[in-house]
């Protein structure tokens, strides 16, 4: 018998599964009338055969469900280009029911550790002593009416674990998808155990079509080779590391692929670990070109499908947290293009191929439908408020670049994220001794710019930015850059002709009364030196949390002003509304004010932007990042969903991004831009992914929000500049004395063991 009927167990998830395709139209229907037939693809493509790449969907959308789902499969189905084949990496029941499964071991997917505690076994696989539970020592009803998917990897949610049942593999070809890839991993030791994969998938294919067979093992490719229709179905070798031995015979993996001719013999492709084509060095950058691989395999007439794509796995810095361009540097490059991507997140290699490949020259939109503001320039690649910063802004296609204005103690206006200069340089290496606790600034004691004078503040050095340890931002341009006067920063966005600047200004009572710096006046001074207060080609926008700030710009019309709201809010009632129109043309605000996420799902949309945009007062959102450990799950690890669903989603005005490249690829791309894309990139609908998630383990409910308050918006008139403020603040010791001079408070600033280690290291040098 080789189908079993599993009806009662399909009812039990029949409610689920009513679900996941409520999710689906949700989706769908959130772009209703942008959804269209996928036109045929005329671009040209550097792979075999000319032909788009493929989408391989490794367990269905397996990136966010438990692997080889139904939710993974189907999702993968909805939601990737057209041509997607779903990838099912075979294991064979006790009873010979052919299940898709991509570990050995059930334990690494399913529950069945708990649900048979007593069932672990110890086989020899290939050589090794695997210890687990196997799908082998079970029948296909044992496990139908036991054991429940899991998610194998734990940076993916959990709570979609114990909702599916295990997939055969007609459940997979069941939801017809348009290819099916079957990977046979482990020939010789099903048969070992008198199972046998090659007449399991003889009869699998008078039932069904699989489209591609792969496996590792040569033995199994060649004993299908005279079963399988060429025309039909392709065989593929899948190649592990280097130093992988190959069953059959018993050569490395390595050495065997210096020999493509003998592999043609046997297979009409490779599926290789993407790292076989460009490889990634020890210090995680990719080298200056890819090997010779796909070229040499394409001459000798074989295809190439490279494989371990994620957007969750951390790539090379050169992708710089966007896995979109990893896709491309496998198939937009110069010299080839892969056949195709085995992913676990096939949404958004069907972006990459369907959107952002083979579009160089496409001539894509000056204007796109937000605007993209930068946060410290290019932050995210170089370090922050840089010229460098700037420069790779304008290049990568950011309309508005950011000057946040600090003030050195003798009136230097600079830009920098914030007056205390130990995040975004080496002050707390230099300066350690001059740090202290300004309540009125931040509650944590830092080295502030108004503290030390402009030549000291040139002594250091930039610091690239981080969002987590773990995610470290390109350290080959770690202290890379210049900082950048305001004047310095006026004079590059005029030569670099950019749509506009934002120039954020904090603090500006606390440096007039306690300081006797006037920031206000030195923005207005630097602005009107470089003429920007008397043209209107390049918008100039005024950036404050502070009303009386923006109340001193007012006389300038062109200017655009911007009030910045940090606070998370819910809810900006009307009269507040009407209020700040009397001060800002524009808001900005979190992007959890707009969407509100719990446990890293997104849960519901705020009136927000529509209660800001109904008066007239546009709407920024800050800010975007591309690192995923920053992202929702409803977005898929992918930052490109972030945008899609703040721009096409919500509507907002314009991002406030520290990756203005990524911002430009989505803002500019063809799929972007006209009615009928390859590709839809469907926006995220807040609360809909929860929503699949059974009310018994869904997250407790987070409190709402507050709403905007009067005291978040209006300020008290700006103090007059302080005459002399000599006495106030003594000078400090210079950074060489020794620290006993220092104030009393500088320890405080020493609580993490890093810098003490910092510290320790530069007192020995
Ligand atoms: C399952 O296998 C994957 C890939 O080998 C591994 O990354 C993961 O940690 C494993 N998970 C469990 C729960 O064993
Ligand atoms: C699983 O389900 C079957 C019924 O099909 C039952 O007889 C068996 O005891 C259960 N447990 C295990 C570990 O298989
Ligand atoms: C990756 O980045 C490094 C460092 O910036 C650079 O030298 C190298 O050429 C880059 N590789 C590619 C393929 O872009
Ligand atoms: C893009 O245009 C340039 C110049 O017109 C041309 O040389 C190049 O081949 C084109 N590239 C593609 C991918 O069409
Ligand atoms: C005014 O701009 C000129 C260049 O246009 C510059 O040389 C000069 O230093 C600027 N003066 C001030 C006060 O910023
Ligand atoms: C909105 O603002 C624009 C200019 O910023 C103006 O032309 C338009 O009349 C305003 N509309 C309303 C309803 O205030
Ligand atoms: C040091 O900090 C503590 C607590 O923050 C405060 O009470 C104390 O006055 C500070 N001492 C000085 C000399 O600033």
Same mark, same amino acid.
């Given at each position: 018998m080789f189908c079993v009927p599993h009806i009662t167990c399909k009812m039990q998830h029949q409610k689920k599964m009513i679900r996941c395709l409520l999710f689906i139209s949700l989706l769908i229907h959130s772009t209703l009338g942008k959804i269209s037939a996928v036109a045929p693809p005329s671009q040209k493509w550097l792979t075999l055969n000319g032909n788009q790449p493929l989408v391989i969907a490794r367990g269905g959308f397996s990136g966010l469900f438990p692997e080889s789902s139904s939710f993974a499969n189907q999702m993968a189905q909805s939601l990737s280009l057209q041509g997607t084949a779903l990838f099912c990496n075979l294991q064979l029941t006790k009873d010979g029911i052919g299940i898709c499964l991509s570990d050995i071991r059930l334990d690494n997917s399913t529950n069945m550790a708990l649900v048979h505690p007593k069932g672990q076994k110890t086989y020899d696989v290939n050589g090794k002593q695997v210890h687990g539970w196997?799908?082998?020592?079970?029948?296909?009803? !044992?496990?139908?009416?036991?054991?429940?998917?899991?998610?194998?990897?734990?940076?993916?949610?959990?709570?979609?674990?114990? !909702?599916?049942?295990?997939?055969?593999?007609?459940?997979?070809?069941?939801?017809?998808?348009a290819q099916f890839w079957l990977n046979v991993q482990y020939d010789s030791f099903y048969n070992q155990h008198k199972h046998s994969p090659t007449s399991f998938v003889e009869k699998a294919m008078r039932l069904m079509v699989i489209n591609y067979l792969?496996?590792?093992?040569?033995?199994?490719?060649?004993s299908m080779n005279g079963k399988v229709n060429k025309a039909k179905t392709k065989l593929i070798f899948q190649v592990f590391t280097a130093?992988?031995?190959?069953?059959?015979?018993?050569?490395?993996?390595?050495?065997?692929?210096?020999?493509?001719?003998?592999?043609?013999?046997?297979?009409?492709g490779i599926l290789v670990p993407k790292e076989y084509i460009w490889p990634v060095k020890a210090n995680k950058y990719l080298g200056d070109a890819p090997t010779s691989l796909v070229s040499d395999a394409h001459k000798q007439g074989l295809e190439v499908y490279a494989s371990g794509f994620a957007n969750d796995l951390l790539g090379s810095y050169n992708y710089s947290y966007d896995p979109t361009n990893e896709y491309l540097q496998f198939v937009d490059n110069s010299e080839f293009s892969v056949d195709g991507v085995l992913t676990d997140f096939s949404p958004t290699a069907s972006e990459a191929i369907g959107c952002f490949a083979n579009n160089k020259n496409v001539s894509k939109p000056v204007k796109g439908k937000a605007l993209i503001i930068t946060k410290n320039g290019a932050s995210g690649i170089y370090p922050g408020c840089t010229d460098l910063a700037y420069q790779q802004a304008v290049d990568d296609g950011a309309d508005i670049i950011d000057c946040s204005v600090q003030m050195s103690k003798d009136g230097v206006a600079f830009c920098s994220d914030t007056a205390d200069l130990i995040g975004d340089t080496t002050a707390m290496t230099t300066f350690i001794s001059r740090s202290l606790t300004v309540p009125e600034i931040q509650s944590k004691a830092g080295v502030f710019s108004f503290d030390l004078t402009w030549s000291e503040i040139q002594t250091l050095k930039p !610091?690239?930015?981080?969002?987590? !340890?773990?995610?470290?931002?390109?350290?080959?341009?770690?202290?890379?850059?210049?900082?950048?006067?305001?004047?310095?920063?006026?004079?590059?966005?005029?030569?670099?002709?950019?749509?506009?600047?934002?120039?954020?200004?904090?603090?500006?009572?606390?440096?007039a009364s306690k300081k006797g710096l006037d920031i206000v006046g030195a923005v207005n001074t630097a602005l009107s030196n470089a003429t920007f207060d008397k043209q209107s080609t390049q918008q100039v926008l005024i950036q404050s949390d502070d009303t009386s700030v923006l109340s001193k710009f007012k006389n300038v019309p062109t200017y655009k002003r911007?009030?910045?709201?940090?606070?998370?809010?819910?809810?900006?009632?009307?009269q507040l509304v009407e209020e700040i129109k009397k001060y800002a043309d524009a808001v900005a605000i979190t992007r959890s004010s707009i969407i509100q996420i719990n446990d890293f799902f997104t849960t519901a949309m705020t009136n927000v932007v529509a209660e800001f945009q109904k008066a007239n007062i546009s709407v920024y959102v800050y800010v975007l990042r591309n690192e995923y450990i920053t992202l929702a799950f409803d977005y898929f690890s992918d930052p490109i969903m972030e945008i899609a669903t703040f721009v096409d989603g919500v509507g907002v005005d314009g991002i406030i991004t520290e990756y203005p490249g990524t911002a430009s690829k989505y803002i500019r791309s063809p799929c972007t831009n006209t009615d009928k894309p390859q590709y839809n990139i469907l926006p995220a609908q807040a609360g809909s992914l929860l929503s699949l998630v059974p009310p018994e383990v869904q997250p407790p409910a987070a409190a709402p929000l507050p709403p905007l308050e009067a005291s978040d918006v209006v300020d008290p008139p700006l103090p007059p500049v302080a005459k002399d403020t000599a006495a106030a603040t003594p000078d400090p010791a210079t950074p060489t004395v020794a620290p006993s001079s220092a104030p009393a408070n500088v320890t405080s600033v020493c609580l993490s063991l890093v810098s003490i280690v910092v510290l320790a290291l530069f007192m020995g040098y």
């Open positions: 196997f799908a082998l020592d079970y029948t296909i009803d !044992q496990l139908f009416n036991n054991a429940s998917l899991t998610q194998g990897i734990l940076s993916r949610p959990s709570l979609f674990d114990l !909702q599916s049942p295990i997939s055969t593999i007609e459940d997979v070809t069941g939801i017809k998808p792969s496996s590792p093992e040569i033995g199994f490719l060649k130093d992988e031995i190959e069953p059959t015979t018993n050569q490395k993996y390595g050495s065997l692929l210096q020999d493509l001719a003998s592999i043609k013999s046997f297979a009409s !610091q690239i930015a981080s969002v987590y !340890q773990d995610f470290q931002r390109n350290p080959a341009y770690k202290n890379a850059g210049k900082f950048t006067t305001l004047p310095e920063f006026l004079e590059l966005a005029k030569a670099k002709a950019v749509s506009g600047v934002l120039i954020n200004i904090q603090n500006a009572a606390y440096l911007v009030l910045l709201i940090e606070e998370k809010i819910g809810d900006a009632p009307k």
